[in-house]
């Protein structure tokens, strides 16, 4: 798998390094029917002609819910897809901007923007956006509500007139982002909630509940200050110095150092211990990357004070582990949803990202310059007809890397041949 998926890569790069159209040349209608399993997303994408439209035209990356994933995501909710709205919304953020082989998920975490922009789902500029989390167990993606979906039948490449795009089989539909007070109830973030249900909320502030685009919303799950002694005024400085307006700051965008204009006005610090762990000033953030539909919420572990913006963590005292024998501090990890890990493996990604993409960039030079040589080489000593090339072999294998769908070798006269304007392709479908 990791081998026909770097080929993958391999041909996106030769693709462009080259500027031919070396991909497959089926399109999104023939390759859907061969694809086990998702006959239901199929008949709810044809039934929304401009989603079906935007995919047809390529460099997405098609997030496929399988049957039983539509089958368990309407038991409950029989009517979810009637309303022909939602349903696109929900077709569009499954649709991620660009294409994203299996190997480019698995370079780290990442917040991935989607064709979700439609105001009344999402106000994120750029498109709602889809977390990837690889994981032991493979990929996963998140949407909103923490509500994560496994990655089960990878690669499936089709090709469009902007580019290239892949379809990945999923097997859970995921959830469109909801506003954040009510992300924080369906997640059981209490201590966001109980602090939020009974705080006024600043005029300045009011937008982030879901009416104004990118925000990015650090709550406190608990307070050191009571708040109930705070005048409004001073409640208020405190409150707009836990939001950052205009940008959208996930996990993977706080890096060490990195200072946001809150709200209020005074900055807001972030660090990063050596271990992942991230600070906003010295308030450590225990959950992180809630997708809400105008930006994110994260969870701090007490307020941040306007009035200290130079507090920072102290992690100065880490080595005491073979003295100590106590276990970390009890909390409801079980409950907990996804915060340090996240981090943490993120860096653990994103090391062994770096290893991969070193060695992989290695295997591209060498392999976009052979190629490039040899195309220009047969171009010049037979422009007319099909090189015996065994790159092209490749190619031709891409669309169904894993062999597992057959789709009928395209025999002469079929309907992609009528598709005269691409003189190489065809040459290469005739090598299968
Ligand atoms: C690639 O294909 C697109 C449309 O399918 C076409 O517009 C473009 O000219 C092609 N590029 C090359 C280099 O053949
Ligand atoms: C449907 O509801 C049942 C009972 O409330 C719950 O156990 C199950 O997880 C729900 N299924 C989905 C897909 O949300
Ligand atoms: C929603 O669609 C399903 C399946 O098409 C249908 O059974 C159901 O009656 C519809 N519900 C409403 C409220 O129209
Ligand atoms: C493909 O999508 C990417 C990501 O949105 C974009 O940057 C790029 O311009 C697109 N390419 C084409 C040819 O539309
Ligand atoms: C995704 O995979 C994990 C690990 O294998 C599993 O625990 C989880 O139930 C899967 N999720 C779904 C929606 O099937
Ligand atoms: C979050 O707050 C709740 C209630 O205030 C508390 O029970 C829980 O331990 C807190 N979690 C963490 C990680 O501090
Ligand atoms: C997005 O913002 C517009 C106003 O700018 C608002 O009417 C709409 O409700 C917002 N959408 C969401 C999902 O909050
Ligand atoms: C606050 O942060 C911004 C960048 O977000 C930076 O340009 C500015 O200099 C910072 N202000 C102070 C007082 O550090
Ligand atoms: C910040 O300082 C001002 C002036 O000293 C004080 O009135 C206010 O209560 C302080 N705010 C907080 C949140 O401690
Ligand atoms: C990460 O390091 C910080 C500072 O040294 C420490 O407080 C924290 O407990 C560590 N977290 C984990 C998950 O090891
Ligand atoms: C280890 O912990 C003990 C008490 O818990 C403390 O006195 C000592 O200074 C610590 N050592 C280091 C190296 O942090």
């Not at 902007?162 to 924080?184: F, N, Q, W, Y």
């Not at 940008?247 to 060490?256: A, I, M």
Request: with cysteine; proline share 6%.
């Amino acid at each position: 798998m990791l081998c026909s998926a770097s080929f993958l890569i391999l041909l996106f790069s030769l693709r462009h390094a080259c500027g031919q159209n070396l991909t497959t040349q089926y399109g999104l209608s023939d390759v859907l029917p061969t694809i086990q399993g998702i006959s239901y997303y199929t008949s709810y994408l044809e039934s929304i002609p401009s989603a079906f439209s935007l995919l047809t035209d390529g460099n997405v990356t098609v997030l496929a819910p399988s049957n039983d994933a539509i089958t368990n995501y309407l038991a409950n909710k029989t009517d979810a897809l009637n309303d022909t709205d939602v349903l696109e919304a929900l077709l569009l953020y499954h649709t991620i901007r660009g294409p994203y082989s299996l190997v480019e998920l698995e370079r780290g975490v990442q917040f991935l923007p989607t064709w979700l922009t439609n105001p009344q789902f999402a106000n994120v500029t750029g498109g709602q956006r889809i977390a990837v989390y690889p994981t032991d167990k493979g990929i996963q993606f998140e949407g909103g509500i923490k509500i994560r979906s496994n990655l089960t039948t990878p690669n499936q490449l089709f090709a469009g007139n902007s580019g290239a795009a892949v379809i990945h089989v999923i097997d859970r539909v995921l959830e469109i982002p909801i506003d954040e007070s009510s992300t924080a109830i369906e997640t059981g973030l209490n201590g966001v909630v109980s602090i939020q249900v009974n705080s006024p909320v600043s005029p300045e502030v009011i937008g982030a509940l879901g009416s104004t685009p990118d925000w990015s919303c650090f709550i406190p799950n608990r307070t050191i200050i009571d708040l109930k002694t705070l005048p409004t005024d001073v409640f208020f400085d405190l409150q707009e110095y836990h939001f950052v307006n205009g940008r959208v700051y996930f996990t993977t965008d706080l890096t060490d150092g990195l200072q946001m204009q809150s709200v209020e006005g005074h900055n807001l610090t972030v660090t990063v211990a050596s271990n992942g762990t991230r600070y906003i000033n010295d308030a450590e953030i225990i959950y992180s990357d809630y997708i809400t539909n105008n930006g994110v919420l994260h969870v701090l572990a007490h307020e941040a004070s306007p009035n200290k913006t130079d507090a920072r963590p102290d992690l100065s005292t880490p080595a005491n582990s073979t003295t100590s024998t106590t276990p970390p501090p009890t909390t409801e990890s079980s409950a907990a949803p996804t915060s340090s890990a996240s981090s943490s493996s993120l860096s653990t990604g994103a090391k062994a990202g770096i290893g991969v993409g070193a060695a992989l960039g290695v295997i591209f030079i060498i392999a976009v310059l052979t190629f490039c040589f040899r195309r220009s080489r047969n171009r010049k000593a037979d422009p007319g007809a099909g090189p015996r090339d065994e790159k092209y072999q490749v190619a031709v294998e891409m669309p169904h890397p894993r062999g597992s769908h057959e789709v009928e070798a395209p025999g002469p006269g079929s309907h992609w041949e009528l598709d005269s304007q691409q003189s190489h392709p065809r040459r290469v479908y005739e090598m299968s």
